[in-house]
């Protein structure tokens, strides 16, 4: 291959892969193409993306991003996995996709450049929460204290009517209303 060629495929990387915060690397060896085919599909629903490429090329194109700390992984066959909304999303997906295809072999993910190595790591990335999910617990935990606080507040005046409308209904069914003391 010319270096010329070389360089426009580098170039072709960087553009797909610009912007990616995380990726999941996988070895597709062994699937035949019906099963990568149906791969394909079922993550192209998703938004994700599957881009086989030439390792020495890919590492290339990593180099100053996000992803460059994947080039250790860039060996042999290897596709890399990128789109939807974050790097979790990508590794939930193809770990439910994978249950029980082993033909698949997770080599490792990142996020942020955060790495995570092999099976394991694919799996426990799969086991974060999306940034949506991340947020979400954040304004939960912001809010808790201060809907206590108003819980404490409201509390004793929830109980004042409460007690106003027992003795209204006493009085109202002609009931004599006694002092405890």
Not at 61 to 66: D, I, L, Q, S, V
Not at 79 to 95: M, Q
Request: with cysteine.
């Amino acid at each position: 291959m010319s270096k010329t060629i070389k360089e426009m495929i580098v170039k072709e990387y960087k553009n797909r892969f610009h912007g990616a915060t995380g990726a999941v690397l996988v070895e597709i060896r062994g699937m035949d193409a019906s099963m990568n085919n149906a791969m394909r599909t079922t993550l192209l629903e998703k938004h994700i993306r599957v881009s086989v490429v030439k390792n020495t090329l890919a590492r290339k194109a990593f180099e100053g991003t996000k992803l460059e700390g994947l080039a250790k992984y860039l060996v042999g066959p290897t596709a890399v996995l990128t789109g939807a909304e974050s790097a979790v999303d990508i590794a939930r997906e193809i770990v439910a996709w994978a249950k029980d295809k082993e033909s698949l072999q997770f080599k490792g993910a990142c996020i942020d450049g955060e790495i995570f190595e092999g099976k394991v790591g694919v799996e426990r990335l799969s086991k974060f929460p999306t940034r949506v999910e991340a947020l979400s617990t954040v304004v939960t935990l912001y809010l808790s204290p201060a809907r206590n606080v108003v819980g404490a507040v409201v509390g004793p005046g929830r109980k004042a009517v409460g007690l106003v409308k027992e003795i209204q209904r006493k009085l109202e069914a002609g009931e004599t209303i006694a002092a405890k003391v």
